[in-house]
Antibody
């Protein structure tokens, strides 16, 4: 069974940093592109970033470019999102998802940016 | 990259058919047959319903179908059922290897 479990969310002050993790199981993690997608409270889905299967290529939405870094450790079956210079508008549930297009999704982790 | 445009809400009675549109540009929907559709229930993760414009993943009811014309993709739900209520999002590949989601449509079964 495919499972994606996000962790690392929480409350952080504006300008702060946070690293999200996504633990994958039930499939060959190293064979799949992976995404981060976020959803602000009561709002729609917004694509954030993707990484190819071996980690050599990454893409970002303009709204996070230069502040967020996606990475992966295929030996640990884990996807990461390093978030720096956080803003109030980054407050959202962050989902990791598998494949292109995303097929399986985790349950999400809530990031709240507030003073 | 601007979000794809969807109607805010669509409703129908049980047994009816409804169609949700998703309008993009020549940089996404108009060029690639890589539109996917997701269903999301409150507090839950999105579920893939359609991929590559018209294909259904295993386990998804054949009441769900997808199509495309020009820069607009569509999702049709036939034989509407109470369990189909929820939010629906389209998503497209974009030139330059990124993705964009639609604004979302709330489906109500009357």
């Amino acid at each position: 069974e495919v499972q994606l479990v996000e962790s690392g969310g929480g409350l952080v002050q504006p300008g702060g940093s946070l690293r999200l993790s996504c633990a994958a199981s039930g499939f060959t993690f190293s064979s799949y592109w992976m995404h981060w997608v976020r959803q602000a409270p009561g709002k729609g889905l917004v694509w954030v970033s993707l990484i190819n299967s071996d980690g050599s290529s990454t893409k970002y939405a303009d709204s996070v470019k230069g502040r967020f870094t996606i990475s992966r450790d295929n030996a640990k079956n884990t996807l990461y999102l390093q978030m720096n210079s956080l803003r109030a508008e980054d407050t959202a549930v962050y989902y990791c998802s598998r494949g292109a297009p995303p097929d399986y999704w985790g349950q999400g982790t809530l990031v709240t940016v507030s003073s | 990259q601007s979000a794809l445009t969807q109607p805010a809400s669509v409703s129908g009675s049980p047994g009816q058919s409804i169609t949700i549109s998703c309008t993009g540009t020549s940089s996404d929907i108009g060029t690639y047959n890589l539109v996917s559709w997701y269903q999301q229930h409150p507090g839950k993760a999105p579920k893939l319903m359609i991929y590559e414009g018209t294909k259904r993943p295993s386990g998804v009811s054949n009441r769900f179908s997808g199509s495309k014309s020009g820069n607009t993709a569509s999702l049709t739900i036939s034989g509407l059922q109470a369990e189909d209520e929820g939010d629906y999002y389209c998503c497209s590949y974009v030139t330059g290897s990124s993705y964009v989601f639609g604004t979302g449509t709330k489906v109500t079964v009357l």
